[in-house]
């Protein structure tokens, strides 16, 4: 069966179709080409279900996509969580992965900062700085904090964020997407290690990329 669609899809998929059919007419070959391009609209915006693991303290990845950095950043300062770096894990998404973007812990929404800026390289380092955001602070029970960033990448052209500021989320629900290609970084808590390493794939509200509740420590190694 073909996962259902996202609901910005339909509207989308409908533009491709007729340009599709305005294609055939012109010259089929093009046509064929339109087809191939409506498939791919229909998985970018693809929303499968996913069966999210509920174990209490467990940080899901927010995306699906490759992990493209780990290591110590300092948040977004919009979100005034200080100026002492936290671990940021960085997932890419590629325009081939499912772009739906979920929560990685269930908690309170803190605050919703969004910050316009440039569309760089969603892989490159400064695009953490530069490029336009939306940022979430996420408040568990026990005090403790990360933040979730949605970033644009160098195709990317929206951001959207469903979720507001004092609203309760849950564990792996929908909160958000980005138009076409970008990058979530999550900031963990201290003392939490990153259970994920570079170049892994993650699958959003399926891949633990943390443990609140261990002292496992970080994964070594890469998957390049």
């Not at 499968?48 to 950095?69: C, D, E, F, K, W």
């Amino acid at each position: 069966m073909l996962p259902p669609l996202h609901e910005e899809g339909p509207r989308f998929l409908a533009v491709f179709a007729v340009v599709t059919a305005l294609l055939f007419w012109a010259w089929w070959p093009l046509g064929i080409a339109g087809c191939a391009l409506t498939v791919w609209c229909y998985f970018f915006f693809r929303d499968p279900v996913r069966y999210i693991p509920t174990r209490p303290g467990l940080i899901l990845s927010p995306a699906s996509g490759v992990v493209q950095m780990i290591g110590p950043a300092v948040p977004p300062l919009e979100l005034g969580m200080g100026d002492q770096p936290m671990t940021r894990v960085s997932v890419f998404m590629s325009v081939f992965d499912c772009h739906v973007n979920r929560i990685p812990a269930g908690g309170e929404v803190v605050k919703v900062a969004y910050r316009p800026g440039q569309f760089l390289n969603a892989t490159l380092d400064k695009a953490s700085d530069d490029n336009e955001r939306n940022s979430l602070r996420l408040k568990f029970e026990d005090g403790r904090e990360i933040a979730v960033v949605q970033i644009a990448g160098l195709v990317a052209r929206r951001i959207r964020c469903d979720v507001r500021d004092g609203q309760k989320v849950g564990t792996g629900e929908r909160f958000g997407l980005i138009r076409f290609g970008s990058r979530l970084d999550v900031y963990l808590p201290e003392g939490v290690n990153p259970l994920v390493v570079l170049g892994q794939s993650c699958v959003s509200g399926e891949t633990i990329i943390a443990d609140m509740a261990s002292p496992e420590a970080a994964r070594e190694g890469s998957a390049i």
